[in-house]
């Protein structure tokens, strides 16, 4: 785990300043452990709706063995059991004793960070470094999701492996999730009974995610499934104009 902050390089002295006093002395009294909690608590739920449930379903296989797998907000049970006695143990024993690795990630030079580190950290070291280069797992094969929630509607979504930040395909990638979004009309026949499509891609450092979800009326998932497959099909293998 880790934590970070974006800041002029000119700046990072003072900021990076800030962050460490946030770090040791982070608040972990009762009451703002219990404000906390139910702030993310609502951050939680609010990212229960259509959005949270596909990326908490899909994740776990677009990304299996990866960080990106996992649910960052925890659940009702794990937010429940955290109390300011186990946060002091917590932070006592991961950040508060141990020696931390600052990455900084952009253009240092012409800037005092490696005399920085040295002046305030005794036998700390400056060091340029490349990034690892551990990238999710390509999927092996297609594999099918079922779940129930409590609505009157049902979600039906296909999920894919995408091109990362900085892949010369993640353009293109935008451009055809633009065009799928607009042009709902094929996802619409053979009477799928479709609500609302929504397309999104999500680039990430070491992978990405291209996934398409439409709401439908309970009873055709089947017709919206097989629609959203052809469409998705027709758009990567036939032309098509745009303006």
Known sequence: FGFFFSIPSQNFPSGF???LEALNEPGLDPETVRWRKTLQG????????????????????????????RCLLGTEE????ISPEKLREWHGTHIKNRTPLVVIVGDSEGTSLASYFVKHYSGSRFRES????????ALEAQEAIEGEWADD???VLLGFQAPL?????RPVTEVLRRYLEKNQAGMLQDG??????????????????FIAYAVVHPGSEDKAQEAMERELRDSATGPYASR
Do not use: W
């Open 17 to 19: 300043g800030l962050l």
């Open 42 to 69: 609502i951050e939680r739920t609010r990212d229960a709706g259509c959005r949270g449930r596909i990326e908490a379903a899909l994740n776990p296989v677009l990304f299996r063995g990866s960080p990106y797998s």
């Open 78 to 81: 794990t937010l429940s059991g």
């Open 130 to 137: 490349a990034l690892p280069q551990a990238h999710a797992q």
């Open 153 to 155: 509607r049902s979600i």
């Open 165 to 169: 930040y900085g892949d010369s395909d």
């Open 192 to 209: 799928a009974q479709v609500q609302k499509i929504i397309v999104s891609y999500a680039p990430r450092l070491r992978s990405g995610s």
